[in-house]
């Protein structure tokens, strides 16, 4: 018999040096991780038996068997599920084949803690064996195959694992941990107990520990411990989410969602359902408390694991939740769809829409729920508050910090809940730094008078404090939502009123700016108007095909300049975005605002020739920079102001 022995990839051989040196703290992870491994295996078997009964072979029971041996100093979790072919454990057990695998390589610090964190998003899988085994050996034979294509794959974690052909009975795989010394202490009943108590007590197959008793020494030999040939079940057995609610503690559905997620941290929150009526199926949803590295690549799997009947169908089910909502993770259990579903048939399928539906609509009352229970009630009402509802408090904002931005895109996805959606954005604000103002605290402060509800978009909270556009908002006192997200230009174009308020772009037309002011200051702006109409038709010819028009502006108080968006135009935010992304954008020309109560402004009166020419286009390309762009030429702006510098005395 041959014995192989290959290399581990490289990002596998990475991991597992992390694996070893960063989750030393985490150690009880790896039983949970390989009876998941063992789980998946007995559920993919069960999928492939629906169209070939013949791989049961004659051992329909699906098992986890876990035994140690204190002498040996092993510690082996065995299977009965769907087993490795020789091929399957050198691909399976030496790449990593997950998406976002570079991605995640390339945000590790060098920092312990930060970088645990960022594995535990990741999911090391079977390699958590090796924190607490210095040598792992698998044995393994595919269902179907026969007893001589069994597969003896082994390794130290290092940079190398050997592979070879044995026979094995058995169908599914065996893992073989042998111990570090330090690590002794899980070759014990209790120990093992303990961590499929806390891990893995809602896996739906039965886990099995082989039984001691104890033995009287004879011969002066001391007593110990003996194997007594009996296996014991020693978890629940039956799926988590079958079960009613009241019988599920918060550290099982804790636990739960660890197991199916490989995330290390708790979640921010469940909600699971039992959904009858003509579609039936059972919810169990949660939302985790911090975004997957890999959320905004398009290649990333997202959705919910789908089962029928309690048989395990497919991960990553997509067509379960609208892809806004894609951070959701858990599980749906349907008592329709037919058990050979595949996803082509899911996209079309009547059940899996309303499950859909079904599904969105528990996930926005869950996050209506945190968000109303975000800030805590002063005095009296927070008294009266139950514990539960004390525990919500700033969840809600946690939720946003992480996953806000992915929300906003249901303003243009699911035009059905766009209301709901709504009353769920969080915005910075000219009054708040933090993104927690909700359109309805807005409207609440609006000034008497005020018709809409304005917001900016910009690059970064910075670029939008400071812009121009917001100068006589800022006279006025008027509040101004400040929109930072690549996503918001697109989204708000899906948001034109919110409970009958318009929502009115700051940088866009000029027709109910006028709304805004007093009378006097109506008058002075078409006064001025008047008396720089020659000033405004010479800039106009001045900087010619750049701009769309050139008008005095209403808005501007202390800078000279701003650019505003045309009517109907597209921002040049969104240009910008779009353009990025490889479309193709029709050219929108901006209107220049002059403000002619400002130095700069006023010398453009008197200034002739080239030197109007040169003041003309400074004026529009530091209004194109305040904007958060760059000028058309950038070298003749700086050479254009460098002479106005060295001329100034
Ligand atoms: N007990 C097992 N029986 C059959 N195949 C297994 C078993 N354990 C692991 N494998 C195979 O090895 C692969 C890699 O396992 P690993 O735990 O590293 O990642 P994963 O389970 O695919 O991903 P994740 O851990 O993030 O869910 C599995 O996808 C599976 O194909």
Aim: with cysteine; charged share 30%.
């Amino acid at each position: 018999m041959t014995k192989h022995t290959h290399s581990f990839q490289a990002e596998v051989a990475q991991l597992l040096h992390l694996v070893t040196h960063s989750l030393y703290s985490n150690k009880d992870i790896f039983l949970r991780e390989l009876i998941s491994n063992a789980s998946d295996a007995c559920d993919k078997l069960r999928f492939e038996a629906l169209a070939n009964p013949a791989l049961y072979e004659d051992q329909p029971q699906l098992e986890i068997r876990i035994s140690y041996d204190r002498d040996a100093r092993t510690l082996t979790i065995t299977d009965n599920g769907i087993g490795m072919s020789e091929q399957e454990a050198i691909e399976h057990l030496g790449t990593i084949a997950k998406s976002g695998t570079r991605e995640f390589f390339s945000r590790l610090t060098g920092d312990q803690k930060q970088d645990a964190q960022l594995i535990g998003q990741f999911g090391v899988g079977f390699y958590s064996g090796f924190i607490v085994a210095d040598r792992i050996t698998v044995e393994s034979r595919r269902a179907g195959l026969s007893s001589d294509a069994g597969v003896r794959w082994s390794s130290e974690g290092t940079g190398a694992f050997e592979v070879e052909p044995i026979t094995r009975e058995a169908r599914g795989t065996s893992v073989i941990l042998h111990l570090r010394e330090d690590a002794l202490e899980y070759a014990s009943a209790w120990k093992i107990k303990e961590i499929v108590r806390k891990y893995a007590d809602h896996i739906s197959l039965p886990i099995l520990l082989e039984k001691e008793t104890w033995q009287e020494g004879k011969d002066g030999e001391p007593g110990r411990m003996v194997k007594t040939g009996e296996w014991e079940t020693i978890n629940q057995a039956t799926a988590l989410w079958t079960r009613p609610k009241k019988d599920i503690t918060d550290e099982q559905y804790i636990a739960f969602y660890q197991q199916i997620t490989h995330d290390f941290e708790p979640p921010l929150a469940w909600t699971h359902n039992r959904v009858e009526g003509s579609t039936e199926y059972i919810q169990l949803l949660y939302i985790p408390k911090h975004a997957p590295h890999d959320l905004w690549l398009r290649e990333r799997k997202s959705g919910l694991k789908l089962y029928v009947k309690r048989v395990f169908i497919m991960d990553d089910a997509e067509a379960l939740l609208p892809a806004y909502l894609r951070f959701i993770k858990g599980v749906v259990d349907s008592n329709d769809l037919p058990l050979n579903v595949s996803r082509e048939l899911l996209q079309e399928s009547r059940d899996v829409k309303a499950i859909r539906e079904g599904n969105t609509r528990r996930v926005l009352a869950l996050l209506e729920d945190l968000a109303a229970h975000d800030r805590l009630p002063e005095g009296e009402a927070a008294a009266a508050l139950s514990d539960e509802d004390k525990a919500k408090a700033g969840k809600y904002t946690t939720f946003w910090s992480e996953f806000g931005a992915v929300l906003k895109e249901g303003l243009g996805e699911d035009l059905a809940n766009r209301d709901r959606i709504a009353k769920l954005l969080r915005f910075a604000s000219t009054q708040s730094d933090t993104p927690s103002v909700s359109l309805a605290d807005y409207k609440a402060r609006m000034k008497e008078g005020q018709e809409a509800i304005y917001y900016l978009t910009a690059e970064s909270l910075a670029a939008a404090k400071n812009s121009p556009q917001l100068e006589l908002f800022r006279k006025k006192g008027i509040e101004v939502l400040l929109m930072t997200d690549r996503v918001d230009e697109w989204a708000m174009n899906f948001l034109t009123e919110f409970e009958g308020t318009p929502l009115q772009s700051v940088a866009r037309g000029e027709a109910d700016l006028a709304k805004l002011q007093d009378e006097a200051e109506k008058k002075a702006v078409e006064e001025a108007s008047t008396a720089f109409k020659p000033v405004l038709e010479r800039l106009k010819t001045a900087l010619g095909e750049r701009v769309e028009d050139v008008r005095v502006s209403a808005r501007l108080v202390d800078s000279p300049a701003c650019l505003v968006v045309p009517e109907g135009g597209m921002s040049p935010q969104l240009a910008r975005m779009l353009k990025a992304a490889g479309q193709k954008v029709p050219e929108v020309k901006p209107i220049l605002e002059v403000n002619p109560a400002h130095p700069l402004v006023q010398k453009l009166e008197n200034a002739e020739g080239s030197r109007f020419d040169d003041l003309a286009q400074i004026l529009l390309d530091q209004a194109v920079l305040a904007d958060g762009a760059l000028p058309e030429d950038p070298a003749a702006y700086v050479r254009r102001v460098n002479a106005l510098l060295a001329a100034a005395d």
